[in-house]
């Protein structure tokens, strides 16, 4: 199918881009590799508040953000999307710098025209972002998020789940800012992240090595 196509000439570009050993390619997909038929029970909200340490471990992270309905509006804009990009700016402070892209289509028609390209972002500085957090109250991300000082704040995104709150992901985006806060050895600070995050959830893991192109 397409996205499968998509994906794969992704992957050649990075590879081939980066230089990267066929060998050493390890490929993980949110939607494939959490069981999406696992009832809305406290499994899944484990399962996927663990998706942070998956970004904490990644080299790279690319955003396929062509829709269903091809266009390449709004998926930066999602809560869960915005909570990985969060992980990278986050771990970025600490010398930690996982590459992350944005690649988009003209439709999903065709892969002519596919663009593939870092996303530009800054690095989350854990004490001044928990500062500028709490001048805000909680309740006016429900009222009036576009006032929020980062327009890519996990906590300001479009909400997909029903068990998905404002109030849930900006305690776990303080919590994640909490521990690393104060850190300056990015071995330590990316064990952190990583620590925190995993749960004890056992996931349906796609993650082996790249097929080859």
């Known amino acids: 199918c397409l996205k499968m196509r998509w994906m794969k000439k992704v992957l050649k570009s990075l590879i081939d881009q980066e230089g990267i050993l066929m060998d050493s390619v390890y490929v993980w997909v949110d939607y494939s590799s959490i069981g999406q038929d696992i009832p809305e029970t406290e499994v899944k909200r484990l399962a996927l508040e663990s998706l942070p340490s998956l970004v904490a471990?990644?080299?790279?992270?690319?955003?396929?953000?062509?829709?269903?309905?091809?266009?390449?509006?709004?998926?930066?804009?999602?809560?869960?999307?915005?909570?990985?990009?969060?992980?990278?700016?986050?771990?970025?402070?600490?010398?930690?710098?996982?590459?992350?892209?944005?690649?988009?289509?003209?439709?999903?028609?065709?892969?002519?025209?596919?663009?593939?390209?870092?996303?530009?972002?800054?690095?989350v500085e854990p004490k001044a972002y928990m500062a500028a957090a709490e001048t805000c109250a909680a309740s006016d991300f429900a009222d009036n998020i576009e006032s929020h000082h980062d327009h890519h704040c996990p906590w300001t995104g479009t909400l997909m789940d029903n068990h998905e709150t404002r109030q849930n992901i900006r305690a776990h985006t303080m919590r994640l800012l909490?521990?690393?806060?104060?850190?300056?050895?990015?071995?330590?600070?990316?064990?952190?992240?990583?620590?925190?995050?995993?749960?004890?959830?056992?996931?349906?893991?796609?993650?082996?090595?790249?097929?080859?192109?």
Not at 100 to 115: E, K, P
Not at 183 to 206: F, G, L, W
Not at 207 to 212: F, I
């Open 57 to 123: 471990r990644a080299t790279y992270f690319v955003l396929f953000e062509t829709d269903s309905n091809g266009t390449s509006h709004g998926t930066l804009d999602l809560a869960w999307v915005r909570r990985g990009i969060f992980i990278s700016r986050l771990m970025f402070s600490r010398g930690i710098y996982t590459a992350t892209y944005v690649t988009r289509l003209r439709d999903l028609n065709s892969l002519d025209g596919m663009t593939f390209a870092p996303l530009k972002m800054s690095p």
């Open 178 to 213: 909490q521990v690393v806060r104060g850190m300056s050895d990015p071995v330590n600070a990316r064990e952190s992240i990583v620590n925190h995050c995993q749960s004890k959830v056992t996931m349906r893991s796609t993650s082996r090595p790249a097929d080859p192109l």
